[in-house]
Structure formats: C-alpha cells, structure tokens
C-alpha cells in the first residue's frame, strides 16, 4: 500500500545546496515508485535577510560570512557543480557574480502554493538564479519566472506591488527558527524527523523507506 508522507522543505532560492537536496529528493522518490509518495511543502528561509536591494559580490558576501579564501571557494563551485551534475542540475558558478535578497521570492511561492504550483515556480526560481544567472529580488526577473511555469503575470504583479504574503512568510521562517532549523536545505517528513544538508539520493530514498514503515504512527506538534 502506498504510503503518503509529509514532506517540508525548509530552503531558500540562493541555497545551491538546497537545489541539490530536493533535485536529490526528487530522485528516491522516483525510486520509491508507488510505495511513498509527498504531500511537499516548500518552507521559506532568508540565508541573508538583511541583504540591501543592490545585493552583494559573491566572492566578497563568502569571504565575510565564512572567511573563505579565493581558492577555497574555487574547490567549493566545482564541488556544487559537480553534485549538481549527479543529480541532473545545471550550476553556472563563475557566470553568479552576486548574492541578493530573496523575500519577494518567498512571497510568491506562498501564493504558488494556494494555486497548487509551488513546486514549479521553486525550481523555476532554481534555474533562475543559479542556471540562467538572473536576480530574485528583481520584480521583472521574477515575473518572468512567473511566466515561465504559466502562472497569472497580472496577479503576482499586484503581489509584488503590496505587502500581500509577507506576514505568512516571516510566521513560517519563525516558526522553523523556533523549532531549532538554523541551516538549510532542513527536509522535515511527517512533522517529526528531520534530514539535513543536501544529501545524495540514496540516504534520502533509505529515509523515506523506514519513516514510511513507522508512518502509522501519529504525526508530531503543529505544522507551519
């Protein structure tokens, strides 16, 4: 019989890590066939809330939050790009010359998710910044991304223009905050146990397997 599980993916737009956790995701559940399948949810997280509108050089954000050297943060691109290649994702690291703020992103997979297209403008979001080098926190960068997965350009347009979905977004990055995630891409299934970091698809298809066998226990605390 197949098991459904919930699935929260708490992440952000700029996590490379976080596009190859869920491209890892994506694969053991395709593994698993009809034996579980996801209820999913993606989560918000600002890696950097405070960022400005203009964003910040990359090589410069990497070296003062991290004290990574030049050459440390070279083995680190080809790493993700190499990770991202196992998993069928495209990385373009030396073309991603900045790092931006994300909330507007945010704000329009909260609503993605009431039309039942979360998960595409998520990857579509994915491939913007990450594959087609574009900026999240650029509203015309955005709407294009909206138009991409064929949801309504006029709709977001207004919700870029107001303060719609920004009360929903910092309750759940709070509420994830509070219930201890402090580093993303954190997979929360069922409410109860959590996966961290991006994982290659084996640990994650082990995961889901046994949580799976365990399911018919009742689900944990509150859900964001």
């Not at 090589?59 to 050459?71: L, R």
């Not at 991304?145 to 949801?151: F, I, K, S, Y």
């Not at 709070?174 to 409410?191: C, E, H, L, W, Y």
């Not at 109860?192 to 009742?218: C, K, N, T, W, Y």
């Amino acid at each position: 019989m197949t098991k459904q599980l919930r699935i929260d993916f708490v992440s952000d737009v700029s996590c490379p890590w976080c596009a190859i956790g869920y491209k890892s995701l994506e694969q053991a559940l395709l593994r698993l066939g009809g034996e579980v399948t996801a209820d999913l949810h993606f989560q918000p997280f600002e890696l950097n809330p405070n960022m400005g509108p203009d964003g910040q050089d990359i090589v410069e954000h990497i070296t003062e939050k991290y004290g990574a050297t030049a050459e440390q943060q070279a083995q680190s691109r080809e790493m993700i790009r190499q990770r991202g290649a196992d998993v069928g994702f495209t990385f373009e690291m030396e073309r991603r010359g900045r790092i931006y703020n994300t909330f507007d992103a945010h704000r329009l997979l909260a609503w993605a998710e009431e039309q039942g297209r979360q998960r595409e403008l998520k990857l579509a979001l994915f491939d913007a910044y990450f594959t087609r080098c574009e900026d999240p926190s650029n509203h015309d960068a955005l709407l294009r991304v909206v138009e991409r997965v064929g949801l309504d350009r006029d709709s977001a347009e207004r919700i870029l223009a107001s303060n719609d979905y920004a009360d929903e977004v910092r309750e759940r990055e709070q509420f994830f905050q509070r219930a201890g995630i402090q580093s993303v891409p954190a997979i929360i299934i069922n409410q109860r146990h959590l996966i961290s970091g991006g994982q290659p698809p084996d640990v994650f298809e082990r995961a889901l397997r046994e949580i799976a066998a365990q399911s018919d226990a009742a689900p944990g605390a509150a859900q964001g």
